[in-house]
């Protein structure tokens, strides 16, 4: 199995001058040889992520996207943070080379480096070169979840992150916070979802008695699997929203992305990752592991689903505002709005269902 190259030529307006990379990288890097080769990763519609090719060396760069930004949203000196400090207790993280802020930065904001990790990144299905069946799926996605479960039961105190955030209170944070969000960039194409950002807040469940470290945008698009044994997973990437607080808000994130195959036909047409193929583990069966292994209580947990399929409506929102107001021109971004209608009517059909309130 072979390294797969998800890259494309610099966007539109989203360039990076090679003559300035190349000095601020051999400033911080030593050993760099020649000059870099400089492309863009196709993935993400957040953060804008760099391919950087040097003769022996091949990096990566993270840096905001332009335009409006969420105040709390987009942070390097976040990502950079907490990958440095979880990878001597957490393996699955790249290495960091250094942060810029963007005070004095020649990319005129701040940015990080990091080293690419070599390994495959899924997209929509698995390569069929794998040859895998439903058994060999199955254990891909089992794997996938016990490293969310090894994150979440790293002692972040010991790691150095005991002031990365105030755990206490995440709940209530992140339900007003995001509801907050969805008000400052609603555009008339979109619902308002009233409705379902008053339930959340009707609703919130206390606290966790456990905090743990939170990825925040645990996918399996998101992480580098290891050529030679794709059950390994060598590194998970975009850290942007990472935080301390509640597994369980962190859990039905991850699980408001993992489209099963017998979900409504506007799902499958955002899928991202494979979790449609036959054999991967479903959403109930992920929550039944995730609760054995590490002795939460998940009977609500239509609750933190229900949040998570919100919260992706947000996300997807503040792009499409970006892409609405002529802040960014990607044209990916021009449909987000049905995406966000899709979403929230979800949310709203999964607390018809529900049997909380």
Known sequence: MTQNDNTVSMREGEELDVKVIDTVLKDNISGL???????????????????????????????PPHGTKPKSGHSMIREYKVMNALKPVFSAVPETFFYMSGEGSPLGAEFYVMERVAGVSLGKKLPSSWGFGEKETNKLGVAFFQKLIDLHNVDYKAAGLGDFGKPEGYVERQIL????????????????????????????????AKSSVLHGDYRLDNAILCADNPYEVKAILDWEISALGDPLMDLGNTLAYWTEANDPAGMQMMVMQPSTAPGMPTRAEIVEMYAKQTGLNCDKFAYYYIYGLFRNAVIIQQIYYRYKMGQSKNPAFANFGHSVNLLGNLARKNIEMSQIG
Not at 35 to 55: E, W
Not at 189 to 201: A, G, I, M, N, S
């Open 33 to 63: 040889e020649g000059k870099p080769d400089i492309r863009q990763f196709k993935g993400g519609h957040s953060n804008l992520t760099y391919a950087i090719a040097y003769k022996n060396c091949e990096l990566v760069l993270r840096r």
């Open 177 to 208: 916070g995001w509801n907050r969000r969805y008000e400052r960039v609603i555009t008339d194409d979109v619902e308002d979802y009233q409705d379902v950002r008053k339930w959340l807040e009707d609703n919130m469940p206390a606290d966790n």
